[in-house]
């Protein structure tokens, strides 16, 4: 008879787009989650732990392809036949939230989420399937308050956690300054077809240019994404008739004339020595436009609101080349980028970039609920913001690990549970080594690889004689390493200790390697 075919072992492999975290990783990440709760908190914010998993129903038109409930996201169908899926964000659960259990929430409600989110797109360099957010956000306040406030916290959590300042600043924008400019366009249109007011009926009239306004104005915002890669040159090229890229290959640009594109290029070089500069090229840019002129204003609020409050421009800046994700947002939106450089995988200097971003939302909770909920948040990432730390050495390195208690005797492992019992109470992280102690110089590598600053001894000779040897292993590294045989002898690294000692002394060198 034919022997069964064996099953081919699994690969140890971790997916592509997610990554395993070890040791020192999970701490420095816990500390930096422990302190930006810790600011939020400070700001009034309540914690909300909301599920990590979604109906695709309540992700809703947010999703990349609603026709295909996983693109984009990790999506699967329920026993009930109803699509599941890992959320991709913080926001779009929040407005199921508070859809669903508003009757119980204040208004305004303020929430802070932490959390891993999941996204079903392709992975890359530094771009993960799996990553963490920090979230704040008011939901239920029209106030440029409350997006005066998200901005502060903003500022105050990157010093907190270790950004100075001076090495970052946060950029505001509104989404509704952008619509007075493509207002300003429309109307340019209107005008250079119909000096004499639009026609009323007939083919080709100004309605036909209004109803492809969606489609050109879609294209302008795509346009205006690309500023910071081709320049103010570009963006023109791109609204007119379209230009090279760096490969050769011509990209169509959206048909508009040169006069027509004179409003998109005041808002994005509207950029003044001051906030009063910029809000005054700005009210240039969007002439007429009543929506324009009022997300002026609001910028005007807040700067007015965070000055008040001591955020000078060095933090906080009004600065018209915020694009990003403007589709979404219905009134401010904040950035915070990191202003200091940083050295590239291939030895070329670069800015670190953006690292959080946000905005009001006013229309996300209508989904559920059929009325407007005014709403403002913004959202950190975690993973980006440590890895500017690392790259500035602000963190890393090697961490201190548990003082390890050797076993001499096997038959003590009472005697060595004991003493390791007494130093935790002590407030000291210790633990007995639980290989073969048969080796004594193989619990003197774990205790290395573990990273201990200290070891404890004890063989049958020092329990006869009520003592044990305390071995200070960062000191026994840097006599190995620097000393000379004269300098060894003089500074021992290994100190003989009275049993009923031995506490006091761990935790003066504990604390002095801890500190």
């Given at each position: 008879?034919?022997?069964?075919?064996?099953?081919?072992?699994?690969?140890?492999?971790?997916?592509?787009?997610?990554?395993?975290?070890?040791?020192?990783e999970v701490d420095e990440r816990k500390a930096m989650l422990d302190r930006i709760a810790a600011?939020?908190?400070?700001?009034?914010?309540?914690?909300?732990?909301?599920?990590?998993?979604?109906?695709?129903?309540?992700?809703?038109?947010?999703l990349p392809d609603v026709d295909r409930p996983n693109e984009g996201v990790f999506a699967w169908?329920?026993?009930?036949?109803?699509?599941?899926?890992?959320?991709?964000?913080?926001?779009?659960?929040?407005?199921?939230?508070?859809?669903?259990?508003?009757?119980?929430?204040?208004?305004?409600?303020?929430?802070?989420a932490m959390g891993p989110v999941w996204r079903n797109e392709k992975p890359g360099p530094g771009?993960?399937?799996?990553?963490?957010?920090?979230?704040?956000?008011?939901?239920?306040?029209?106030?440029?308050?409350?997006?005066?406030?998200?901005?502060?916290?903003?500022?105050?959590?990157?010093?907190?956690?270790?950004?100075?300042?001076?090495?970052?600043?946060?950029?505001?924008?509104?989404?509704?300054?952008?619509?007075?400019?493509?207002?300003?366009?429309?109307?340019?249109?209107?005008?250079?077809?119909?000096?004499?007011?639009?026609?009323?009926?007939?083919?080709?009239?100004?309605?036909?240019?209004?109803?492809?306004?969606?489609?050109?104005?879609?294209?302008?915002?795509?346009?205006?994404?690309?500023?910071?890669?081709?320049?103010?040159?570009?963006?023109?090229?791109?609204?007119?008739?379209?230009?090279?890229?760096?490969?050769?290959?011509?990209?169509?640009?959206?048909?508009?004339?040169?006069?027509?594109?004179?409003?998109?290029?005041?808002?994005?070089?509207?950029?003044?020595?001051?906030?009063?500069?910029?809000?005054?090229?700005?009210?240039?840019?969007?002439?007429?436009?009543?929506?324009?002129?009022?997300?002026?204003?609001?910028?005007?609020?807040?700067?007015?609101?965070?000055?008040?409050?001591?955020?000078?421009?060095?933090?906080?800046?009004?600065?018209?080349?915020?694009?990003?994700?403007?589709?979404?947002?219905?009134?401010?939106?904040?950035?915070?980028?990191?202003?200091?450089?940083?050295?590239?995988?291939?030895?070329?200097?670069?800015?670190?970039?953006?690292?959080?971003?946000?905005?009001?939302?006013?229309?996300?909770?209508?989904?559920?609920?059929?009325?407007?909920?005014?709403?403002?948040?913004?959202?950190?990432?975690?993973?980006?913001?440590?890895?500017?730390?690392?790259?500035?050495?602000?963190?890393?390195?090697?961490?201190?690990?548990?003082?390890?208690?050797?076993?001499?005797?096997?038959?003590?492992?009472?005697?060595?549970?004991?003493?390791?019992?007494?130093?935790?109470?002590?407030?000291?992280?210790?633990?007995?080594?639980?290989?073969?102690?048969?080796?004594?110089?193989?619990?003197?590598?774990?205790?290395?690889?573990?990273?201990?600053?200290?070891?404890?001894?004890?063989?049958?000779?020092?329990?006869?004689?009520?003592?044990?040897?305390?071995?200070?292993?960062?000191?026994?590294?840097?006599?190995?390493?620097?000393?000379?045989?004269?300098?060894?002898?003089?500074?021992?690294?290994?100190?003989?200790?009275?049993?009923?000692?031995?506490?006091?002394?761990?935790?003066?060198?504990?604390?002095?390697?801890?500190?």
């Amino acid at each position: 008879m034919a022997k069964d075919k064996k099953q081919p072992r699994p690969k140890a492999e971790t997916p592509k787009g997610f990554a395993d975290y070890f040791g020192t990783e999970v701490d420095e990440r816990k500390a930096m989650l422990d302190r930006i709760a810790a600011v939020y908190h400070a700001y009034g914010f309540d914690a909300l732990e909301s599920s990590a998993v979604e109906t695709v129903e309540a992700l809703g038109k947010f999703l990349p392809d609603v026709d295909r409930p996983n693109e984009g996201v990790f999506a699967w169908q329920d026993d009930d036949e109803k699509w599941l899926a890992l959320r991709y964000d913080l926001t779009a659960p929040l407005a199921r939230v508070y859809a669903q259990h508003r009757n119980d929430l204040p208004t305004p409600y303020r929430r802070y989420a932490m959390g891993p989110v999941w996204r079903n797109e392709k992975p890359g360099p530094g771009r993960f399937r799996q990553f963490y957010q920090c979230d704040a956000d008011t939901v239920g306040s029209a106030s440029m308050a409350a997006d005066a406030e998200i901005c502060a916290m903003l500022a105050d959590t990157l010093e907190q956690v270790g950004i100075p300042r001076g090495d970052y600043v946060v950029r505001v924008n509104n989404r509704k300054v952008l619509n007075g400019v493509l207002e300003s366009i429309a109307q340019q249109i209107i005008n250079e077809h119909y000096p004499f007011g639009p026609r009323t009926h007939g083919s080709g009239g100004a309605e036909d240019i209004i109803k492809r306004k969606d489609e050109w104005q879609a294209n302008v915002l795509r346009t205006i994404d690309k500023f910071d890669k081709v320049g103010v040159e570009g963006v023109r090229e791109l609204l007119t008739a379209g230009r090279e890229d760096s490969s050769g290959a011509f990209i169509e640009g959206v048909g508009l004339t040169f006069e027509q594109t004179e409003p998109v290029i005041a808002f994005l070089t509207s950029k003044g020595a001051d906030n009063e500069a910029t809000l005054a090229n700005l009210r240039a840019a969007v002439g007429e436009s009543a929506v324009g002129t009022e997300g002026v204003a609001e910028l005007g609020e807040i700067a007015t609101l965070l000055a008040a409050q001591g955020y000078g421009p060095d933090r906080i800046v009004i600065d018209p080349s915020v694009v990003r994700g403007l589709g979404y947002y219905t009134g401010p939106v904040f950035e915070a980028e990191l202003t200091f450089e940083i050295t590239d995988e291939k030895g070329r200097p670069r800015q670190f970039g953006s690292v959080a971003g946000g905005g009001r939302y006013d229309d996300l909770v209508a989904r559920f609920t059929g009325q407007s909920v005014p709403a403002t948040g913004v959202s950190i990432g975690v993973d980006r913001l440590l890895a500017a730390l690392r790259a500035k050495g602000r963190i890393g390195g090697s961490a201190r690990g548990p003082v390890v208690v050797t076993v001499m005797d096997r038959e003590r492992m009472a005697d060595y549970q004991a003493m390791v019992g007494e130093l935790r109470r002590a407030g000291i992280r210790a633990e007995v080594y639980l290989g073969n102690p048969k080796n004594f110089g193989n619990q003197m590598k774990y205790a290395d690889r573990r990273g201990a600053p200290i070891a404890i001894i004890e063989g049958g000779d020092e329990k006869a004689r009520g003592v044990v040897q305390v071995k200070d292993l960062v000191l026994g590294a840097e006599i190995a390493q620097n000393a000379t045989l004269e300098e060894w002898k003089d500074r021992p690294s290994q100190t003989e200790v009275p049993r009923g000692e031995m506490c006091d002394f761990v935790k003066s060198l504990w604390d002095k390697y801890n500190g």
